[in-house]
Antibody
Framework: QVQLVESGGGVVQPGRSLRLTCAAS????????IHWVRQAPGRGLEWVAA????????HYADSVKGRFTLSRDNSKNTLYLQMNSLRKEDTAVYYC?????????WGQGTLLTVSS | IQMAQSPSTLSASVGDRVTITCRAS??????LAWYQQKPGKAPKLLIY???TLQSGVPSRFSGSGSGTEFTLTINSLQPDDFAAYYC?????????FGQGTKLEIK
């Protein structure tokens, strides 16, 4: 079945880096744009970034631009979100989601906590 | 593009009809989606392109609107419908979500 599985979350100190991974299965990964959406504890959804199916076009929210880098390896059906210069306000559950007429499939999320 | 969603909280009873509204700060044509989220779970797509029901979503859910004004209507509320709801515009990057509506049991 169509599935997205995020991993790589954890506790990290402010200013440090971390890489999240989104592994896809059950669909032709290379033909879909993929997004990241995050949700801080007790808060609403915040769109983070998106990458085109071929990886050539990437878009970011202003809140992460210059600090986060989104990439993909279509040969491995995997998406990577490299997060640098992390801030406390980056603390959230991070979801990856497949874009097919909006975000039709979501992973279960991975929790990132930025704390000293 | 900013999305203003209202109300932030809505109290209703099983069997009621409820409406949630999203207003865009500029025209987004029909590039709007609605999601349902239950505590501790990922969001679930309900409606895309403002009014198209996602496969498998009950027909009591409906969406309408275009341009800057959109509504999500739930007819005959069921116990499973009490959750949070979000709108999302995907007309222009960066995509943006509304602040959310928590639908509570009265």
């Amino acid at each position: 079945q169509v599935q997205l599985v995020e991993s790589g979350g954890g506790v990290v100190q402010p200013g440090r880096s971390l890489r999240l991974t989104c592994a896809a299965s059950g669909f032709t990964f290379s033909t879909y744009d993929i997004h990241w959406v995050r949700q801080a504890p007790g808060r609403g959804l915040e769109w983070v970034a998106a990458i085109s199916s071929d990886g050539k076009n990437v878009h970011y929210a202003d809140s992460v631009k210059g600090r986060f880098t989104l990439s993909r390896d279509n040969s491995k059906n995997t998406l990577y979100l490299q997060m640098n210069s992390l801030r406390k306000e980056d603390t959230a559950v991070y979801y990856c989601a497949k874009d097919y007429y909006a975000l039709d499939t979501w992973g279960q999320g991975t929790l990132l906590t930025v704390s000293s | 593009i900013q999305m203003a969603q209202s109300p932030s909280t809505l109290s209703a009873s099983v069997g009621d009809r409820v409406t949630i509204t999203c207003r865009a700060s500029q025209s987004i044509s029909s590039w709007l989606a609605w999601y349902q989220q239950k505590p501790g779970k990922a969001p679930k797509l309900l409606i895309y392109k403002a009014s198209t029901l996602q496969s498998g979503v009950p027909s009591r859910f409906s969406g309408s609107g275009s341009g800057t004004e959109f509504t999500l209507t739930i007819n005959s509320l069921q116990p499973d419908d009490f959750a949070a709801y979000y709108c999302q515009q995907y007309h222009i990057y960066p995509d943006t979500f509304g602040q959310g509506t928590k639908l509570e049991i009265k």
